[in-house]
Each structure stands twice: as structure tokens, then as C-alpha cells.
């Protein structure tokens, strides 16, 4: 059964940082492409940025583009996104989300419960 | 604004056949996979269709797209009570170079 389990959300000030986690098992970890999506309270969902399986290709949402970094440990079945320069727009439940194949732009197939991040003063 | 285009309500009475449109464009639903969401109030989205019309083991045959051209459509059959939720389009955009979604369809069953 796959799970994926988001954590390291929190309450932060504008312009500060915050690193999340999801924690990923029942699959093979290395061999899928993994997302971030957000959704603002009482809003749609927002794509944030992919991975691909092997790390090496990256791709970014134009909206957090320079601000956030998306990476993954396939030692440790773990995806990040560091977040810096925070703003209240960036207020969200942020899913940790498994592609159905090993490049980036892979559909998503699975989610997590994910995290709430609040930005604000 | 979303790039890809989803009416913001539908409805519908039980047993009725609902479709929920979506459209895109040239560099997204055109030539790309288009996949569908379901979201029920307080949970995370579920996969409902992928890769032109292939369901996850679990998702009642009810549910069927379709695509054409820079537009794609969720139809429900039978329209059920528990059916009711938000449904959410997607596609990877070519020139966006990033994952795109509709604004998403609230669904309510009369």
C-alpha cells in the first residue's frame, strides 16, 4: 500500500523558511517521480514542483520559482521542499504527491493527507 | 485564473449522467495525458482517471472521459449521493514546463 506522510508544516513569519518532509513507503521509491501541490484554504489545487525518480530533473511552478527547492533522499524514501522568502500567498495544505512513472512530468496517481503551512506576522 | 478551464458547479439527481468539461490548449490537454480528481470534503484528492480513460482498480466503470482536440470531458453515470465532492482536471504543459490545473467543479447531487 503505498503512504505517503507529510510533516514539518507550521505557523512562520513573512520572509521566513520552512523545510517540508514526506516520508514515502509500499513502493519503489527511486523509480517514480514525486510533486508538491498546494491548496489555499477554500481553494483549488496548485502544482508546486516535480521530481523526477533519479533527482536529476527538477521543474517549478513560475509562482515559487527562486524561492523554493525540491529534492529527495531515495536512501531514505524522502522528498523535501525548502521554502525561503515566505509570503502569506504561500499560506496552503501542501500534498505529497507519487508520479505514475519515473520522469518529472508524470501524472500523479497518489497522495498524501499533506501539511499546513501559514504564513504569516 | 487557471489554465485549464472547468465550469465551477454541476448537479444533478440521483441515477442522472453528469459530464464535467475541461479546457486547454495546444501545449496541455492537447498533447498530453489528461487526468481527473476526485476530492471529497475534508480529504485529499483521489485519482480517478488516467492516461485516456484508465481507471485505478477501485473506481466504478460509472466514471468515463473522453478528449478532443484542447478539451476533455468526466462523465458520471448513475449519479450517486456519495459522488458528491469537487473534481479537479490536469495535465503536464509543454510550454509551462509544470503540471497544470482546472479550477475545479463542485458537484452536488439534488
Same mark, same amino acid.
Given at each position: 500500500e503505498?503512504?505517503?506522510l507529510e510533516s514539518g508544516g507550521g505557523l512562520v513569519q513573512p520572509g521566513g523558511s520552512l523545510r517540508l518532509s514526506c516520508a514515502a513507503s509500499g513502493f519503489t521509491f527511486s523509480s517514480y517521480a514525486l510533486s508538491w501541490v498546494r491548496q489555499a484554504p477554500g481553494k483549488g489545487l496548485e502544482w508546486v514542483s516535480a521530481i523526477s525518480g533519479s533527482g536529476g530533473s527538477t521543474f517549478y511552478?513560475? +509562482?515559487?520559482?527562486? @524561492?523554493?527547492?525540491? +529534492? @529527495?533522499?531515495? +536512501?531514505?524514501?524522502?522528498?523535501?521542499?525548502q521554502m525561503n522568502s515566505l509570503r502569506a500567498e504561500d499560506?496552503?495544505?501542501y500534498y505529497c504527491a507519487k508520479g505514475d512513472a519515473t520522469i518529472a512530468g508524470a501524472g500523479i496517481d497518489y497522495w498524501g493527507q499533506g501539511t499546513l503551512v501559514t504564513v504569516s506576522s | 485564473q487557471s489554465v485549464l478551464t472547468q465550469p465551477p458547479s454541476a448537479s444533478g439527481t440521483p441515477g442522472q449522467r453528469v459530464t464535467i468539461s475541461c479546457s486547454g490548449s495546444s501545449s496541455n490537454i492537447a498533447s498530453n495525458y489528461v487526468y481527473w480528481y476526485q476530492q471529497?470534503?475534508?480529504?485529499?484528492p483521489k485519482l480517478l482517471i488516467y492516461r485516456d480513460n484508465?481507471?485505478?482498480?477501485?473506481?466504478? $466503470?460509472?466514471?468515463?472521459?473522453?478528449?478532443?482536440?484542447?478539451?476533455a470531458s468526466l462523465a458520471i453515470s448513475g449519479?450517486?449521493?456519495?459522488?458528491?465532492?469537487? =473534481? =479537479?482536471?490536469?495535465?503536464? $504543459?509543454?510550454?509551462?514546463?509544470?503540471? !497544470?490545473?482546472?479550477?475545479?467543479?463542485?458537484?452536488? !447531487?439534488l
Open positions: 503505498v503512504q505517503l511552478a513560475d +509562482s515559487v520559482k527562486g @524561492r523554493f527547492a525540491i +529534492s @529527495r533522499d531515495n +536512501s531514505k524514501n524522502t522528498l523535501y521542499l499560506t496552503a495544505l | 471529497l470534503p475534508g480529504t485529499a484508465q481507471r485505478p482498480s477501485g473506481v466504478p $466503470d460509472r466514471f468515463s472521459d473522453s478528449r478532443s482536440g484542447t478539451s449519479l450517486r449521493s456519495e459522488d458528491e465532492a469537487d =473534481y =479537479y482536471c490536469a495535465a503536464w $504543459d509543454d510550454s509551462l514546463s509544470g503540471r !497544470v490545473f482546472g479550477g475545479g467543479t463542485k458537484l452536488t !447531487v
